[in-house]
């Protein structure tokens, strides 16, 4: 099959949470197993867009809402992520420093799937599949139905994937002449409690939908930001898949990123070094347990209830753990990270911004990664932590919930925690410590857990099963 991927992120070109890592692995593990998988984004000011080389394929204008846009479609030469991507630059509206954050983001991405859908639908063949990742992409299934302009695709069928179901890219009706005309009898299908809601569109407009684990789904049946509903009602082209994790970046025998390397059987000797490395830079004592979070510094995350609870869990365990947070996001959580640092030197410490390198150094420094979120579609930090010989302690919500099982359960090797509370995270950090001072068992789950097979071969094979029944 040949599948088109669209997405506003892909690592390691443009990438800021989990979405990115996906984008990056699923097509390589796609093209792997036999079938034809492209990438097709927006072309950023990134490093990766400086450091490679590519090929014009494609130049043409488009119009939205009466300003004339030049796109060009840019193909990296040499195949360097193991399939092929495509990066479509509109001068002066993709090609800026961030992926988001700006005040015309919808300007941006609108732009970005017009031009998409006008290039793909001058092709001389047709592709399979069409899968539409996330809201910046999620007025496409509505477009190749109702734009007159893209009816040759009318066909092709399109999968549409939520990685984070809180975002739906709203926006008002002032915007809708950014539209290609489409049959006005269709408008009702954008529109979701008196706004334009891309998310909303997709879910109704694609052939299939699919979130990243099983029982995100069910909740978004429950609560999905105003979408519930729809969910509900149309739960049978609706389904669970699991993320995996990409085994060739995340492998701590090969981690370019790490100076030293380990497996199962040299996990304790190595782990440590590396642990005494980030405590020496961080200021943080060596022999206590290092318990790292890392992520976006958000309230889906729990990441306001981290300085107090932290702090409250230094206080409760006399100082007998570390904590180590990695992540930017809102101002008033980093500015609470950071005023938590002078009263527990020695034992915490907090690097606001994003590093992709220090995160892989603390997965594999760490002896436990938490990870209290409110909601965690798929999470993809605990199953890295795994496969690095480090211990979740997560909320049981969402992926995690399908991913990790609590001690106290049949064969379990994590711990598991109910509400995101302040007590229930210092109880967890006080069971963590338990644990890691009975040495012999901490170690034994350590090897074990790094045998884990969550690769994307078996979400892989998921993915083609939907694909195939449409
Ligand atoms: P989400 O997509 O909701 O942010 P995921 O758990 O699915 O969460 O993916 C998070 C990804 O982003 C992981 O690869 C994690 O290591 C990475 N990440 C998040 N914040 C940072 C940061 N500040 N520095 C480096 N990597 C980060």
Partial sequence: MEIIHLSAECYPVAKVGGLGDVVGALPK????????????????????????????????????????????????????????????????????????????????????????LDWISQWKHQPDILHCHDHHTALIPFMIKFCGRFNRLYKVKTMFTIHNGLYQGWFGWSKIVYLPLFEKSKVGLLEWNNMINPMSSAVRCADAVTTVSKSYMYELMQDANGLEQLFAQLHQKCYGILNGIDFETWNPNTDTYLEHHYNETNVHEVKKIHKKEICQTFGLNPDNPLIVFIGRLMPEKGADLLASAM????????????????????????????????????????YIGYNEGLAHRLYAAADFILMPSRTEPCGLNQMYALRYGTIPIVRRTGGLQDTVKDLGEYEGFGICFDRATIGDIVISTRRALLLYNNKDFFHYLRSKIMSFDNSWEQSQKNYERIYESL
């Fill in 29 to 116: 593990y796609q093209c792997k197993a036999g079938h034809y998988a492209k990438v097709v984004m927006p072309a950023y000011n990134t490093k990766f867009m400086h450091q490679n080389e590519w090929q014009t394929d494609h130049e043409q204008d488009i119009n939205m809402g009466g300003h004339r846009l030049h796109y060009k479609v840019l193909k990296e030469k040499t195949n360097k992520l193991g399939f092929d991507l495509y990066c479509i630059l509109i001068d002066g509206l993709t090609n800026r420093d961030n992926v988001y954050s700006e005040n015309d983001d919808t300007e941006r991405f609108l732009g970005f799937q017009i031009a998409a």
């Fill in 311 to 350: 702090g409250e869990a230094m206080y409760q365990t006399e100082g007998d753990v570390n904590f180590l947070v990695l992540g930017s996001g809102g101002d008033s959580i980093e500015d609470d990270l950071n005023d938590l640092k002078p009263l527990c030197e020695g034992i915490y410490n907090v």
